[in-house]
T-cell receptor, first 114, second 111 residues
């Protein structure tokens, strides 16, 4: 089944403890992206990747890191999480980045930073 | 970026059609109109997209006004599973994959 998977689905952590949220897709998509969703703010893009080893900042990259060493994986790293990073995170992938291609989203990771 | 305007909520009876409007009066010639929906506790799901012509797929139809300043997503026979937030999004060819979701329309389906 074609899908985007994220792990973990739920995570509660403390301020400053490094964490990684994994994202994997099995559709051989070139493009992958991370978003966060907060009430009243919609989905906002954190980082995106056009291909292996090619990443760039989205609208809200502060406090996050990403890497794309393999086509299928695009982990999101929080080196020193803070409470304002408490949010619902979605990974998405698309065959290409171009506007006419749809994006496929993962099920989400709900992160709470205390 | 061109903005979209959608009603906050709409109600429909099960098995009746639902017409979801979206206004995008500042749309440019290179903006694609995309629709996504988000069911409770799930990630957004692609529904349909178009550029100038009306489009149909297994999930819905997209009717685009001739001047492209508005569009309508049509769910032909609403089911309880269609209860979700529906987002109308403009994607420019220069957007490099970025999706900017607004508040969307909450669709309520009544049995």
């Amino acid at each position: 089944e074609a899908q985007v998977t994220q792990n973990p689905r739920y995570l509660i952590t403390v301020t400053g403890k490094k964490l990684t949220v994994t994202c994997s897709q099995n559709m051989n998509h070139e493009y992958m992206s991370w978003y966060r969703q907060d009430p009243g703010l919609g989905l906002r893009q954190i980082y995106y990747s056009m291909n292996v080893e090619v990443t760039d900042k989205g609208d809200v990259p502060e406090g996050y890191k990403v890497s794309r060493k393999e086509k299928r994986n695009f982990p999101l790293i929080l080196e020193s999480p803070s409470p304002n990073q408490t949010s619902l995170y979605f990974c998405a992938s698309s065959l290409w980045s171009f506007a006419r291609y749809e994006q496929y989203f993962g099920p989400g990771t709900r992160l709470t930073v205390t | 970026d061109a903005k979209t305007t959608q009603p906050n909520s709409m109600e429909s009876n099960e098995e009746e059609p639902v017409h979801l409007p979206c206004n995008h009066s500042t749309i440019s010639g290179t903006d694609y109109i995309h629709w996504y929906r988000q069911l409770p506790s799930q990630g957004p799901e692609y529904v349909i997209h178009g550029l100038t012509s009306n489009v149909n797929n297994r999930m819905a139809s997209l009717a685009i006004a001739e001047d492209r300043k508005s569009s309508t997503l049509i769910l032909h026979r609403a089911t309880l599973r269609d209860a979700a937030v529906y987002y109308c999004i403009l994607r420019n060819t220069d957007s490099w994959g970025k999706l900017q979701f607004g508040a969307g329309t909450q669709v309520v389906v009544t049995p």
